[in-house]
């Protein structure tokens, strides 16, 4: 049977959009998205909330995100999740099955939720830089030398020089090859992880932690720990915001929503293995003192070379998973300032720049020509500059994680795709199925304000408790 590729027709655009994606794909840019900065932090989270509820509540964010993430793949057409129009943003989808009162409020959630994205890859980039200096540092003048702690905010602004160099790529299907970068390189530093955490636990053999996890002298800290490491889960599994652009990608037949189930399955299954092995490892081998960051957070220093080459995979897959979170955000920018002034010659703009270097196999061939695009490049820089200015103001790995997990999860994983699936089906208010919905969003909203609490709390106390433009570990 021959393979067909789906291209969309974009009508206000005049936009032929070849889609080329596979569930493989899809899978790829998913594991991209979700094995991030999160990954990190769980030993610690699973320490906050102790043996008898930490596993319990990653099961529970991870059934509660696929079971969204099905709904909200059946919402990328409309009306019919097979054969109507196509929705190629999250925001397009809320405006036909809810109307365009819950346009604004949804395009606030998403698009903050992106950004503070963002910030936090660029606060857990610059964090894994620091580590690969202070463990060589520390391997060739000895453990806790003075000189091996540098600020992070070179490390900030390096790292968002690289995103500006790979922001002019064109948009999301044009970086597949990105995306599989970063997910070999996230299972690679998440081996390295559990490896590291595995071998701590066979050098004492005891199964350390405690059933109701970390104990501290004040009860207001330990709910406040408690709650932090609910948004901190609550991030790990965030994805919904790019969903509906992942799936834009996909090629049609198979229909794009069985695709992105069935992607959404196989990248969500995968990362909640990992997440419970390493969450679970990490806390027996570290008990109550697990690390804020397991790579990074002073738990390891030996084999040196390990904890490097672990750093750098975080490194490489957060430069991709900040391309996957930040194009939706470009093309929106991009897309409101074209409507805004049509006609502007600065905004429709393209040049074409010849780099010599780039030749193809022919020596005789002329160089290669790049195109580059005015509004694309002044606005994408100034997004990228901002976000790292915000990162070297608020360096602080947990809480802002644990915050923008928080303040996501509820209204762009639960409650936007649960009331289109009411939309979509017709679902009577007071029906069984209504009201069974309805109190998932309920408890989901609980979560999502508790932990935005406890997660404001931890930044305003390393605020107060650290120096600006310095890393908190």
């Known amino acids: 049977m021959e393979r067909r590729t789906a291209v969309v027709y974009d009508a206000e655009s005049g936009d032929d959009h070849e889609r080329q994606g596979t569930v493989w794909t899809a899978t ?34 991870s059934c509660v995100t696929y079971y969204t993430s099905a709904l909200l793949a059946d919402c990328y057409r409309y009306p019919d999740p097979v054969d ?36 936090g890859y660029t606060i857990t980039a610059s964090t894994s830089m620091i580590a690969v200096k202070r463990v060589n540092c520390f391997h060739r003048e000895g453990f806790g030398a003075g000189d091996c702690n540098p600020s992070g905010s070179t490390y900030m602004v390096v790292f968002g020089l690289f995103q500006l160099l790979l922001s002019q790529l064109p948009s999301l299907h044009n970086i597949a090859w990105l995306s599989v970068v970063a997910v070999a390189t996230s299972f690679g530093y998440s081996f390295i992880s559990l490896g590291l955490c595995a071998a701590k636990w066979a050098s004492h053999g005891d199964v350390r932690g405690t059933l109701a996890g970390a104990a501290v002298d004040a009860p207001r800290e330990k709910a406040f720990n408690v709650l932090l490491a609910l948004g901190n889960i609550a991030f790990s599994y965030t994805f919904a915001d790019v969903l509906i652009e992942i799936q834009d990608t996909l090629r049609a037949p198979p229909a794009e929503n069985k695709t992105m189930k069935r992607a959404s399955f196989y990248g969500l ?81 393209t040049y074409y720049v010849r780099v010599p270097c780039l030749r193809s196999s022919s020596a005789s061939s002329p160089p290669t020509t790049v195109a580059v695009a005015p509004l694309k490049l002044v606005l994408r820089t100034i997004l990228i500059m ?23 999860f509820w209204p762009l994983s639960v409650y936007f795709p649960v009331s289109m699936h009411v939309a979509r089906l017709k679902i009577r208010r007071g029906e069984l199925r209504w009201w069974m919905l309805q109190a998932m969003s309920f408890v989901c909203l609980l979560i999502s304000i508790a932990a935005s609490i406890g997660s404001v709390q931890d930044i305003v106390h390393n605020l107060k408790a650290a120096a600006p433009f310095k890393i908190s570990d």
């Open 84 to 119: 109507g129009a196509v929705n190629r943003e999250y925001i397009d989808a809320v405006r036909c099955y809810l109307g365009r009162k819950n346009v604004l409020l949804c395009g606030c959630a998403q698009y903050v939720n992106l950004w503070g994205t963002l910030v």
């Open 269 to 349: 299954g995968m990362t909640t293995v990992f997440y419970l092995l390493l969450g679970c490892t990490g806390y027996a081998a570290f008990g109550n003192d697990a690390p804020g960051n397991i790579l990074t957070g002073y738990a390891f220093y030996e084999p040196f070379w390990l904890v490097d080459i672990a750093n750098i995979c975080v490194i490489v897959h957060l430069i991709g998973a900040y391309q996957v979170f930040a194009q939706p955000i470009f093309a929106r920018l991009e897309s409101c300032v074209a409507c805004r002034w049509p006609d502007a010659k600065f905004i429709n703009a």
């Open 28 to 61: 790829s840019h998913i594991a991209a998205a979700v094995v991030g900065s999160g990954v990190l932090a769980l030993a610690w989270t699973v320490a906050q909330l102790g043996w008898a509820v930490g596993p319990l509540v990653l099961l529970f964010f």
């Open 386 to 408: 901002f976000t790292t200015l915000v990162a070297m103001l608020l360096p602080f790995f947990n809480a802002v994680l644990g915050l923008i997990g928080a303040l996501g």
